[in-house]
């Protein structure tokens, strides 16, 4: 009984520390009223703030983008200090939240997370997101096609302000051009490839997010087109009959994968390896500059291309987004502003930097911002944006994943 009554007053202000902050009269300010505050007010507050952004962490160039670009210049700029803090999966980051959720902790370390897909469904599910705030972010109201599919929606689910669009992604193979001057261009023609060229071609293991991509793929082309997939799961009530066409593609070539497809990369950066080093012709990426910042890293040989398949690859967006229980809101909503500045946009579209596309409208740019952005040189192993923007495939909506994921490793994996 001690111990509780003990905890109690502890909790209650650590809730009260957590929903206010000190203004410079020193007046407490609930944290919600940033969400409709003054954006000056807002950087007001910010001032002296440590924000912890948690991300994947297993990208050296991203890596180097948020600690030697951005960092410096959120601090220089705001005295807002973004720290980041890398994770190995953002199931990681949701199951923490979870767990800080069910413990009523209201003081939390996470500022910002970078999440999407399945991980943004779960955590707005279960109520682990701060609240509507991209509306507060002068950038985003500024640059960003706020109506535009990909921006609106999150694999399917409605965005609702919940998460702030931080770049763009699409599919794309990855190939020696000195090996394969012709790459395929359907996944009939991946078969025919792959069965020619034994032990040159795999793909990571499911659930590896590529891995997972590589094989939505394959499920658009033998089952007749996405079309078929855009509503939810459960409406499908052959839906296992449909996948069929799937699994027994991917049988198919598995003996002729890398090791005879008896194993698969645990992750893309092992099969980017095996490709670095030769031992396999082909790779994929969701970063269609990847493969430009790894030539000028020395990794990948020079003859490095990508492609895309004839009726186009999967593209989505990947987004910044604020937990429930963020300790410093205030830094956050300020350092997602500048994230989304087209002068941060900008550095991180170089492969040299980064190689992810940006979230913003090119239309909606001032003249000179336009400029820089379209003199960014992208590398020759990059394709126009144009031509990647012409063959952009929607994703499927989050409650596919985890159906097709299990059917791997029941109907793939086990056989």
Known sequence: MKKYAVLVPTLMALSLAACSSADDNGEAVDSEELLTADWQQVIDESAG???????WGGSDSINRYLDDRVAPRIKEQYDVTLKRVPMND???????LLDEKLAGK??????????????????????LLWGDFTSQLPN????????????????????????????KAQFVFVHDDNKSPNPPASMEELAEWVKENPGQFTYPALPDFTGSAFVRHVLYETTGGYEQYQG?????????QRLQPMWQYLNDIEPYLWREGETYPESLAKQDQLYASGEIGMTMSYDPALAASEVLKGRFPQSTRTFLLENGTLANTHF?????????????LVAINELLSPEAQTAKLSPENWGDLSSLDLDKLPPEAQQAMNKVDMGTATLPLAELESKQLPELSADYIDIIEKGWMENVAKK
Do not use: C, R
Not at 112 to 127: L, M, Q, R, V, Y
Not at 232 to 240: F, M, N, R, S, T
């Open 90 to 96: 953002a199931q990681d980051i949701i199951n923490q």
């Open 49 to 55: 703030q440590e924000v912890n952004i948690y991300m």
């Open 140 to 167: 985003f109201n500024d640059f960003v096609d706020q109506d535009a599919p990909e921006i609106a929606q999150d694999f399917g689910e409605p965005v609702d302000g919940l998460e702030a669009p931080w770049g």
């Open 320 to 332: 910044l987004s604020i937990p429930f229980n963020s300790s410093d809101k205030a830094g956050a």
């Open 232 to 240: 939810p799961a459960e409406d499908i009530d052959d839906l296992q």
């Open 106 to 127: 209201t003081g939390g370390s996470m500022d910002i997370i970078w999440i999407n897909g399945e991980n943004f469904k779960a955590a707005k599910d279960n109520d």
